[in-house]
């Protein structure tokens, strides 16, 4: 099984902050990667597939890079609605989410 | 509006049964693959099954492999989740969503409580 590793767990940041989540795939899964947003109460949100594709609707200050085994998203300024927790998922070898990173105010 | 609704969640003993419904509407159902994914309470989200378009195949989680069973039904623009021997740590609130790969259109989730 591919196992998704995210960092860190939570993120203490402040609105108009660059902030960058590290997601860690355990083998090669190319760009077969998606990341979500999850705010408390609803489901979850796509923001960006195939590592660096940009869902529609999705603000530019959102960003994804990488390959192979080592991806991340990065929000070049943070907003309030921001705030949430983000997960990684791979969809190389069936599905494996990331156990979620926490974007808290600092 | 392409729209997903779940249905079916409840409390249910220990080694008790659910069946969880999803209806899709808004896009052309019968093209796409779907999918269940569950978050327990506090915890993160864990892919539990996909259905391929056709209903000829399907995977699952190792933790539900032989206990959960998906069906669709294309006449209908609705899937399925069977749960059988249902256990404690099931308990969680199931979302479906629309795609086995990245999934772009959550249901709003329905919850499920396994307790005595």
């Known amino acids: 099984d591919i196992q998704m590793t995210q960092s860190p767990s939570t993120l203490s940041a402040s609105a108009g902050d660059r902030v960058t989540i590290t997601c860690r795939a355990s083998q090669n899964i190319s760009r077969w990667l998606a990341w979500y947003q999850q705010k408390p109460g609803q489901a979850p949100k796509l923001l960006i597939y195939k590592a660096s594709t940009l869902e529609s609707g999705v603000p530019s200050r959102f960003s994804g890079s990488g390959s192979g085994t080592e991806f991340t998203v990065t929000i070049s300024s943070l907003q309030p609605d921001d705030f949430a927790t983000y997960y990684c998922?791979?969809?190389?070898?069936?599905?494996?989410f990331g156990q979620g990173t926490r974007v808290e105010v600092k | 509006e392409v729209q997903l609704l779940e249905s079916g969640g409840g409390l249910v003993q220990p080694g008790g049964s659910l069946r969880l419904s999803c209806a899709a509407s808004g896009f052309r159902f019968n093209m796409y693959a779907m999918s269940w994914v569950r978050q327990a309470p506090g915890k993160g989200l864990e892919w539990v099954s996909s259905?391929?378009?056709?209903?000829?195949?399907?995977d699952y989680a190792d933790s539900v492999k032989g206990r959960f069973t998906v069906s669709r039904d294309n006449s209908k623009n609705t899937f399925y989740l069977q749960m059988n021997s249902l256990r404690a740590e099931d308990s969680a609130v199931y979302y479906c969503a629309k795609s086995r790969f990245y999934m772009d259109v959550w249901g709003k989730g329905t919850t499920v409580t396994v307790s005595s």
């Open positions: 998922q791979q969809y190389d070898t069936y599905s494996t």
């Open positions: 259905i391929r378009n056709s209903g000829d195949s399907a």
